[in-house]
């Protein structure tokens, strides 16, 4: 087992979402996701400016380019935002000064900059006018994914006709008091058959025994599980930076922007992740395969 992780931040003091993030920074998170047993990672960037992201992957770009390690490990890129809800609570750690609607002209500049290597991007498709944005990603082979948003139940239907496949994160970036039935979450599981469904197995974003009935509900066959993990993952307690944002992280490994209940990525390692489904929820080791190798490699289509 060989896990591939669709959404890691940084990693043991390396943000990937800075454009100052130095080659040997960059390496050594790489070499401490080897040690971990990580086979591969779509290095994640989260809501900047336009301008800042294009930096922040031009810099990924070079430091591949620079080292064959960085290389072998950052696989491609996962852009989260700046097409995501500007709402409270779906907004979630992200920086709402950032945030817009989805449009080609500034996804395109997006792709220039990850030099052909963006393979997953999430937003929000009820701010994806005529699902445009997309479109044009799926026609490229990049797969989307819904995340940070509360679309209508006909409006995720339609996102998917138009190739949308994922969901990121789900139980998480959406407010923490919800209506009891039409939500994002029953939504998604309603529709779990067409969509690629991830989870972060941390037990702070979602308890245990919750992703244990989303398991059942999505299926393992159709479920992912991702670290979400900052720069403080391997770090224990401190403050940290993710995206130039200031994060605080607790005696419990929580990350939290200062004075806010939202949650900012997570700190939990694949070894972790591992050891939590085979504890709390009883998975075998094939099933735990599949949630952290197999599927998520099928939903970049790598296998």
Sequence with gaps: M?????????????????????????????DALAADGVDGILATVITDSIDGLCATLATLVRH???????????RGFHVEGPFISPLPGYVGAHDPRHVKPANVADMERILDAGAG?????????????GLATTRL????????????????????????????SMVTHLGNGCPTTLPRHDNVIQRALSLADHLWVCF??????????????????????????????IAAATLGPGRYRLSGMVVDVDAAGVARR????????STVTMPRVREHLARHLGLSDADIGRLVDTNPRRALHLA
Excluded: K, W
């Excluded at 060989?2 to 043991?12: E, H, I, K, S, T």
């Excluded at 800075?18 to 790489?30: N, Y």
């Excluded at 799926?138 to 949308?164: F, K, N, Q, W």
């Excluded at 200062?258 to 990525?265: F, I, K, Q, R, V």
């Design 2 to 30: 060989r896990p591939f992780d669709l959404q890691v931040n940084g990693y043991a003091g390396a943000d990937f979402c800075s454009a100052d993030l130095d080659l040997a920074g960059c390496r050594h998170a790489c």
């Design 64 to 74: 591949r380019e620079a080292d064959a390690a960085v290389a072998s490990m950052i």
């Design 117 to 129: 290597l963006v393979r997953l991007v999430t937003l929000a498709p009820e701010h994806d006018a």
């Design 137 to 164: 990603l799926v026609g490229r082979g990049i797969t989307v994914s819904a995340g940070h948003c509360d679309p209508p139940l006909d409006l995720l239907r339609a996102a998917i006709d138009a190739g949308l």
């Design 200 to 229: 972060i197995p941390d037990g702070v974003h979602v308890p245990f025994f919750a992703l244990g009935n989303y398991l059942d509900a999505a299926g393992i066959e159709r479920s992912i599980m991702v670290t979400d993990a």
């Design 258 to 265: 200062p004075g806010s209940e939202n949650l900012a990525g």
